[in-house]
C-alpha cells in the first residue's frame, strides 16, 4: 500500500535559519504530493502542492520539489520566522481503486522557532 | 466562505459509552471525509463519502463505527460502544469533487478522549 515517511522530529530553529523537512514516498502509481500545516490552535491546512514529476510547489516563501527518481518531496524554507512554528504534513493521493482524493499522511513534524 | 464546521470541539466519555461527532462542509463540495488522528500520528482516512454515497469505507471499524450522510450534506460519525483506543482527534474535510489533485478543506477537529 501507500505510505509517506516524514523525518523524525521536533526541529527546533532559530529565526532566520534554513529549514529543510524531509518526506519520501511509496506508492503504486503516479501520486500528487502536498504539504499540510496545522497551526497551533487551528485545522490542518494545504500549504503547497505537486502534481507530477519534477514540479515545484511553493507558498509562503515554502518550496518542495516533486522527485520521482528518489520518491521525494522535501520541504525547504530559506529564512524561517517564528510565526512558522507548526506541525507540518507530508502527504499523497493517488487513483488507485476508487479511493479518487484519499489522503496517505506521514506522522508529522513539530516545528518550532525561537527568536 | 465559511470553512468546514465541527461539533463539539471536545468530548470526555467512558469506555462503552456512545458518541457522535457532526459536520457541515462548505457548501457545494462534493466529497466529504472522516480522518482519525491519534497522538503523534498522521491523519487515517475512515470514511469517504460523494454526495451521500459512500466510496470508502475500508479503514471504517464496522462492529463499533458508523458515518452517514444527510442528504449529501452534512455527515454525522458515530461510535458505539467506545473503546480507550478511539481517543483521537476526529477530522472532517470537503473538496468540490474526487480529483486527487483536489485541495481538501478540514475542520477544527473533535478532540475525543476515552476514559
Redesign the interface.
Known sequence: GNS?TQMEGPVTLSEEAFLTINCTYTATGY??LFW?VQYPG?????LL?A?KADDKGSNKGFEATYRKETTSFHLEKGSVQVSDSAVY?C?L???S????????????TILTVHP | EAGVAQSPRYKIIEKRQSVAFWCNPISGHATLYWYQQILGQGPKLLIQFQNNGVVDDSQLPKDRFSAERLKGVDSTLKIQPAKLEDSAVYLCASSPGLAYENEQFFGPGTRLTVL
Do not use: H, M
Not at chain 1, 42 to 46: M, T
Open positions: 509517506v501520486p500528487s499540510y487551528e485545522g490542518l491546512q494545504l502542492k502534481t504534513f502527504a493521493s493517488d487513483l481503486g476508487t479511493s479518487y482524493g484519499k489522503l496517505t499522511f506521514g506522522q508529522g
